[in-house]
């Protein structure tokens, strides 16, 4: 089927709400802190993770509010999701810095802005190339004038993933996936007649938001084993499906 | 791997009418 012209528009509607993801953010944080003692705050790594999950939440809210992934039963949508949830939280990360990020910093969820050289002087060698190879994924996406509707169509592809194994559904999934393709092309052909190429660049750096994605996967996986993950989390849970 | 995925099925399978 030709997307119709608003099918983009449909997929753009069912979009979380930035400055509403961001006082969900802050109101967990903030009740978090609370039934601490005044002493006894977060670590950093642990506020990161945080966010994180309370990302994830509004993730797995937006995936399934949307009305193409209502068409596939709950045991699929479980599968599509445990296996690109770690790529929606990458994009999501990657979409922010474009759209908010200073030159030299990350952007977080809650508004605020971390230099990255700070991060980069804290962290240890594996946080630092994550960082380092995100920001540098950043500056290509500015670089190709990434927008809103080429992020919706680049999640969507992630999410509708047909190669997953154990999919039930997966000629809905392949459908789904393809009509998403096509609309991608077609908006860049008509936003970006100039760039010849945008499309083929675009796609391009989905194998680099998998690659990063499963380093973050490994990166959050050891600092669980060193008991540094807060549990009874979605992040954990999430974090198990995969390496049970 | 089914109990291990409880909150992420809660969370895909809850009734938003309740």
């Known amino acids: 089927t030709i997307p119709s012209p608003n099918f983009l528009h449909q997929l753009l509607e069912g979009e979380q709400d930035e400055g509403q993801l961001r006082t969900k953010v802050l109101t967990s944080l903030q009740k978090e802190q609370a039934n601490r003692g005044k002493h006894d705050c977060l670590n950093t790594f642990s506020i990161m993770c945080k966010m994180a999950d309370q990302t994830l939440f509004g993730l797995v809210e937006w995936a399934r509010n949307s009305n193409l992934f209502k068409e596939l039963k709950v045991d699929d949508q479980m599968v599509l999701l445990q296996s690109c949830w770690s790529e929606l939280l990458v994009l999501d990360h990657l979409c922010r810095q474009v759209t908010y990020g200073k030159e030299g910093c990350i952007y977080l969820v809650t508004g605020q802005q971390i230099e990255v050289s700070t991060i980069i002087s804290q962290a240890g060698m594996t946080l630092s190339s994550l960082v380092t190879r995100t920001q540098d994924l950043v500056s290509k996406l500015k670089a190709l004038q990434f927008d809103r509707q080429e992020f919706v169509c680049l999640k969507y592809l992630v999410l509708f993933n047909p190669d997953v194994k154990s999919v039930q559904n997966r000629r809905q999934v392949e459908q789904t996936q393809e009509r998403v393709n096509r609309a991608l092309m077609e908006h860049t052909q008509q936003s970006h007649p100039g760039h010849s190429d945008k499309f083929g660049q675009l796609l391009l750096r989905l194998p680099e938001v998998r690659s990063i994605s499963l380093q973050v996967e490994d990166y959050l996986y050891q600092r669980h084993l060193l008991g540094d993950l807060p549990c009874n989390s979605l992040l954990a849970e999430m974090l198990h499906g995969k390496h049970s | ?18």
């Open chain 2, 1 to 18: 791997k089914k109990k291990d995925n409880a909150l992420l099925r809660y969370l895909l399978d809850k009734d938003d009418t309740v």
